[in-house]
């Protein structure tokens, strides 16, 4: 099939494109870029006043699919991601059966391309059941498509053990993506050790929780030579260690979500949000204004959702007892638009790496860019839409969002992987 894409600003820092152009796509693969471009034959769409991106990536979800359908499936949550503009998400393991063996990529995969809205990329985990004690099947989850390992959710809170997995995963060259939390420390953990625990009389999560196993880690990825990427990263001291290791040559790279750098502990107020509740927990406000430098100066690779959906009467209990987790997928493009493209904190070439190029490096994806010869997964937004954040317009059978009731201002309008929609003017396509 031939599709014409015409008139959208064309962004891709990769190939230093940024210009408004046409964009010719056969048979998956993007024919030729420039002004004025001819198709006897085929679907022709006028993107005229939207911005066009190489397709957006989020390297942290979970899509509960096998296992925990009623928060979340493969179908629902890909199109989830594609409502939010991605054209690609990896899946977490941590479901039930834990995808700690080949069988269970294959099931990812093969559920993926019978009903998924757009590409899915499966992390397998790095030790059997999550329980950090005998290493997963990874040659096998490697050999079937697997593109990292972790065991997220938790942290492999035995130094030796956390050192074998880097040590075979080091031998494929696949990253392995750390939930940096000591146990020991984090405990009952609910918020951020401090002013919010003591505020709201709950249990203390401190940052060294974190920090510590982020520094454990970058010392066994020193060890090991095998690629670290730290997930979540939410303190400033944090961020420094990974800045201290990429000046030092390591192979360690970290992602960012919007919701640790647009929301801190004070946003948990003493009607005690549970949509709020997350892992790792909201931090100060300082660490937040530090991931927003690290997100701007390049120090941040990926910004990605960790999109943890819930069932409404999961959330919708004490604050202990509430599980973890908030629904990102359809907010993050917007939250990035508003919050930081708009407001002059990065340029559209920085949100293309840190949502597309960085995120398929790291899970060692082909290269996708506005180029002859490229994949034709692209992303296009309406820069100037606003909109309100409203739990009726998500895809997703979660709404478990700490954004409901913000009004934002871009939204991502078309969605087309290997050439074809997966979503047009909004609607996903069936």
């Known amino acids: 099939m031939a599709l014409m894409l015409r008139n959208a600003r064309c962004i891709d820092p990769q190939v230093g494109l940024d210009e408004v152009c046409d964009v010719l796509v056969r048979d998956g693969k993007v024919v030729e870029v420039g002004h004025g471009l001819d198709l006897p034959k085929g679907v022709e769409r006028d ?8 397709g957006l990536v989020d390297a942290h979800v979970h899509l ?9 499936d493969i179908a629902s ?34 559920r993926a391309a019978e009903v998924g809205k757009c590409r899915v990329v499966v992390a397998g985990a790095c030790s059997k059941d999550l329980a950090g004690e005998v290493l997963s099947d990874m040659g096998d989850m490697r050999a079937h498509g697997a593109a990292a390992f972790t065991d997220d959710g938790r942290g492999v809170q035995d130094a030796g053990m956390m050192r074998r997995v880097m040590d075979y995963a080091a031998q494929f060259g696949c990253p392995v993506m750390p939930h940096c939390q000591d146990d020991s420390l984090v405990g009952d953990g609910q918020v951020n050790e401090g002013v919010a625990s003591t505020r709201l009389g709950l249990s203390g999560w401190p940052a060294e929780g974190e920090e510590l196993e982020i520094a454990r880690d970058i010392a066994l990825c020193r060890l090991t030579g095998c690629p670290l990427h730290v997930q979540h990263i939410t303190t400033a001291r944090g ?46 406000a300082a660490d937040a204004a530090a991931l927003v430098e690290g997100l701007a100066d390049g120090s941040i690779d990926c910004i990605v959702t960790d999109h943890a959906p819930h069932a409404d009467w999961e959330k919708d209990r004490e604050f202990e007892l509430a599980p973890f987790g908030m629904v990102g997928l359809e907010t993050s493009l917007a939250l990035v638009l508003t919050k930081f493209v708009h407001e002059g904190v990065i340029g559209y070439d920085r949100l293309v790496w840190a949502m597309a190029a960085n995120p398929r490096k790291l899970l060692g994806q082909e290269p996708v860019t506005i180029a002859p010869g490229s994949t034709a997964d692209f992303t296009v937004f309406d820069p100037a839409e606003e909109w309100t954040v409203e739990r009726d317009g998500f895809c997703s059978k979660a709404g478990n969002s700490g954004f409901l009731g913000w009004r934002l201002k871009g939204r991502a309008t078309d ?16």
């Open 47 to 54: 993107l005229s006043g939207k911005v066009m991106v190489p």
């Open 64 to 72: 509960r699919d096998p296992g925990f359908e009623y928060k979340e």
């Open 77 to 110: 949550g890909t199109r989830a991601a594609a409502h939010g503009g991605f054209t690609a998400v990896c899946a977490m393991p941590n479901t039930d059966p834990v995808v700690d063996d080949a069988v269970g990529v294959e099931y990812v995969k093969a």
């Open 239 to 284: 961020l420094e260690l990974v800045r201290a290791a990429k000046r030092e040559g390591l192979p360690v790279t970290c992602e960012v979500t919007p919701h640790h750098m647009l929301l801190t502990e004070d946003d948990i107020a003493d009607d005690y949000p549970t949509a709020l509740k997350v892992n790792p927990p909201l931090r100060t």
């Open 415 to 430: 969605v087309y992987v290997g050439g074809y929609a997966t979503m047009e003017e909004g609607r996903i396509i069936e």
